[in-house]
């Protein structure tokens, strides 16, 4: 559907530069005739793009490549930039790609602009996401998630979260949040900190995400979490094998996920489970 927008937009106005990021711009081809192999038909796999449509692809973290790309646009530089991709009007190719770099002070990134967009029209009324990383500490045999965020993971300081719940609520009147990261207890370190800041606020906020399992997620721990106003926490359970849990690369067992639940259920704390069935080993 974008590829169509962008093919009748360069037909009305072929001056006009357009570029595609995001998560499905991340595992490109870099073949200079078709840059993304999963833009491709699957009827004789003659590819949906042709070259030129899109100018530009910003690959991985857009914050900085994406600023950079629009400044250099408008100033009519053409120095390469980290993760930008770029189509080149004389070749009629996509030329030679540098790699993105990752943003490692994520605090350095402002907070989102949510006064650009019309809240209402939004499902859940009151509710902002947030993210308290980038990346994630597992490397589970099914996923790609942590390859899309270079293979590290970065989390924010708990101060600067809370400052982000406190600004939002100033500002747009919301008091839930819900945390987008792929887990928000991969820094355990983070959530005891995160506990103590909130804690110490006199408004009471309220949050949940997702999470994985693992040994630390103690009963203490999820006491706390639910005295801030974490109210549920889905987990990434995936199997109740020991076995079919080592093929997936998973580092915890099946009695650890009932420790874990028993903790997250007696804190009151909502829980809900994702299950992956039909994996590869797995039998009867």
């Not at 093919?7 to 998560?23: L, Q, S, T």
């Not at 994406?66 to 070749?91: D, H, P, Q, S, W």
Request: hydrophobic share 35%; charged share 25%; with cysteine.
């Amino acid at each position: 559907f974008s590829i169509e927008i962008a093919k009748r937009i360069k037909e009305k106005k072929p001056d006009i530069f357009i570029v595609f990021g995001g998560p499905a711009c991340y595992f490109l081809d870099f073949r200079c005739s078709v840059p993304v192999k999963n833009f491709l038909s699957p009827y004789g796999a003659h590819p949906y793009m042709e070259p030129g449509i899109v100018d530009a692809f910003v690959v991985g973290e857009g914050e900085e490549a994406l600023y950079m790309l629009i400044a250099n646009y408008y100033n009519k530089k053409t120095e390469k930039l980290n993760g930008v991709l770029y189509f080149n009007k004389n070749t009629k190719k996509y030329d030679i790609f540098l790699p993105p770099k990752l943003i490692y002070n994520l605090d350095d990134i402002p907070y989102p602009a949510w006064e650009d967009l019309d809240l209402s029209l939004y499902p859940l009324e009151g509710t902002l996401p947030v993210l308290f990383g980038r990346g994630y500490v597992n490397r589970c045999s099914f996923c790609n998630d942590w390859k899309l965020w270079g293979g590290k993971y970065r989390g924010r300081r708990a101060e600067n979260i809370v400052d982000e719940f406190i600004h939002n609520s100033n500002k747009y009147g919301v008091s839930n949040f819900q945390s987008n990261d792929l887990a928000i207890n991969a820094d355990v370190n983070l959530l005891y900190e995160l506990a103590d800041r909130l804690g110490r606020q006199k408004r009471q906020f309220t949050w949940s995400g997702q999470g994985f399992i693992r040994k630390e997620m103690s009963r203490e721990l999820m006491v706390k979490l639910k005295e801030t106003g974490l109210t549920w926490i889905t987990y990434g359970v995936e199997h109740l094998s020991d076995n079919v849990l080592s093929l997936m690369g998973k580092e915890h067992s099946f009695d650890d996920v009932i420790t874990v639940l028993k903790n997250t259920k007696s804190a009151g704390i909502g829980i809900s489970v994702n299950f992956l069935l039909g994996f590869p080993g797995e039998t009867d």
